[in-house]
């Protein structure tokens, strides 16, 4: 199945779920599929994905759209497929928004924390620049460190794979 046609089925059961419990929830979701060649179908709405180039050094930054699940009972026609390619070399990093919303340890707490506080996506992105072409679990360290002066509030999860072949 394509991702978009696997999110309407997904999608479904969870806004069923959520209507039984009685809850005012939804999930953001981006669902990959990798084929043989470097390529990935994707689809969803969740954080934006990140590539490192080896060939240019730089990060190419890919947005996600489509629709948060459990908010309509069928997301048909909201969800699309996209395509990105990995090179050889390159990098995919894959994050949740506990890494960008995590907030200087000694930042006041209150509604609408200033984003000269947070993480930040750029900042990821910065650091991912300076990494990209070193190992994976170097790269995972190295934004676990620089995280480390912040409070998180949320999940912290990355996926950060590179293509070889």
């Not at 190295?142 to 950060?160: A, R």
């Amino acid at each position: 199945a394509k991702p978009s046609e696997l999110l309407v089925h997904v999608n479904s059961v969870i806004s069923e779920n959520i209507k039984k419990v009685g809850g005012d929830k939804y999930m953001t979701i981006t669902v990959m599929a990798c084929i043989r060649d470097g390529r990935f179908h994707y689809s969803g709405l969740h954080q934006d994905i990140m590539i490192y180039r080896l060939r240019s050094r730089s990060v190419e930054v890919f947005e996600t759209d489509g629709m948060w699940l459990g908010i309509y009972s069928n997301i048909q026609g909201m969800v699309s497929d996209s395509t990105l390619t990995l090179g050889v070399g390159d990098t995919l990093l894959l994050f949740t928004d506990g890494i960008t919303e995590a907030m200087k340890a000694d930042s006041p707490v209150g509604p609408s924390p200033s984003e000269q506080n947070m993480f930040g996506q750029n900042r990821l992105r910065d650091i991912f620049l300076r990494l990209g072409d070193r190992s994976t679990e170097e790269i995972k360290a190295g934004i676990l460190k620089e995280l480390s002066s912040y409070s998180t509030y949320d999940d912290v999860t990355m996926m950060i794979l590179t293509r070889r072949v």
